[in-house]
């Protein structure tokens, strides 16, 4: 049989907000079989973690106008043991924000292309309150990763 596609997800929250959107990108992925679905803090995720993934999930609180310093630091320690290797990995990021997040959207997505990954859907953009739909758009792009790499269209 062959090997489970593997759907990871790395996140940072401080006061809780892009966690419980992480947990529910995690829940929407695991509506999808033949998926393993990995859900890590930034600051426990490393190269391994990368490099055995075939689609990843990038979740953030927007500080200071760009993304949190834990998944920069993620970002530090993996970026040269992952040179190369990783090229066109689909992945997709959420950010939760007071009244913007369009700083952090941008420079993860600098990085990434310093990574040669591949944007598979647009940013979900969370501002102030966590509404109950907001956690069912959440849930719904973690269902779209990972029926993504269960139907191999990335
Ligand atoms: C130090 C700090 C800086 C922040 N900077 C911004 C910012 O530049 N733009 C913004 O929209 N929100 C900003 N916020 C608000 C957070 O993005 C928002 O509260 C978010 O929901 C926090 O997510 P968390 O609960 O996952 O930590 C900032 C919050 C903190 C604590």
């Known amino acids: 049989m062959a090997e489970p596609r593997r759907l990871l997800i790395v996140y940072h929250t401080q006061s809780g907000n892009t ?3 992480a947990d529910a990108a995690f829940a929407g992925a695991q509506r999808v079989q033949g998926v393993e679905t990995v859900i890590k803090r930034a600051f426990d995720a ?3 973690d990368l490099l055995a993934c075939n689609g990843l999930l990038l979740g953030t609180p927007e500080n200071f106008g760009y993304m949190s310093g834990a998944l920069k630091d993620f970002f530090d ?3 040269y043991p992952c040179e190369g290797k990783l090229t ?3 992945y ?3 950010v939760s924000a007071g009244n913007d997040g ?3 959207v941008r ?3 600098r990085i990434a292309n310093g990574y040669g990954w591949k944007a598979v859907a647009e940013a979900l953009i969370v501002r102030r309150e966590i509404t109950p739909a907001d956690l069912e758009r959440a849930r719904e792009l973690g269902e779209a990763m990972a029926a993504g790499l269960a139907l ?3």
């Open 19 to 21: 966690g419980r959107l």
């Open 152 to 154: 191999g269209v990335f």
């Open 88 to 90: 066109g990995l689909p």
């Open 46 to 48: 490393g190269t391994d």
């Open 92 to 94: 997709a990021v959420f």
């Open 107 to 109: 420079e993860i997505g």
């Open 102 to 104: 369009t700083g952090a």
């Open 77 to 79: 320690r993996t970026y």
